[in-house]
């Protein structure tokens, strides 16, 4: 049983929190801690407009968030850590070897492609990448 949940993108703003937050909506009643952090967050930074309104859309609050820069720590602790990105997969391996077997891709379950950035496209990229998120999201119900 997962306890700690750790979600990683690149800047903490768009992907990442997204993800944190739609697990927090489908997982109200087990026991687990979501998290999320960035590999090169502008920290403070609060979510991404079009991604906050994709998620209010759905009956999410989301302004409460604030990007976090990913440390080492953060990896230690998790007991499961998903990212966007192959390459943050390798990012955070790099980072902290000793995580190899707790991290994964968000789109495991799903054929483990890439989600893509969508910071600074037009929202129809925010509403694919949403969608991607959310399946991603719903497939990893079943091992939480």
């Not at 953060?74 to 192959?86: F, P, Q, S, T």
Request: hydrophobic share 40%; with cysteine; aromatic share 6%.
């Amino acid at each position: 049983m997962f306890e700690r949940i750790l979600i990683v993108c690149l800047g903490n703003i768009c992907r990442s929190p997204t993800a944190e937050y739609l697990f927090r909506q489908r997982t109200e009643s087990r026991h687990v801690a979501f998290s999320s952090a960035g590999l090169c967050a502008p920290i403070g930074r609060p979510m991404d407009a079009t991604a906050l309104q994709l998620l209010a859309e759905n009956g999410i609050d989301g302004t409460m968030h604030r990007a976090r820069q990913l440390m080492p720590s953060m990896l230690r602790e998790a007991d499961l850590i998903l990212g966007m990105e192959r390459d943050h997969v390798a990012a955070m391996i790099h980072l902290a070897p000793e995580i190899r077997g707790k991290v994964y891709m968000l789109d495991k379950w799903l054929g483990e492609k890439d989600i893509p950035d969508p910071y600074r496209q037009q929202r129809i990229a925010f509403e694919h990448v949403h969608e991607m998120i959310e399946k991603g999201v719903d497939s990893w119900q079943l091992y939480l």
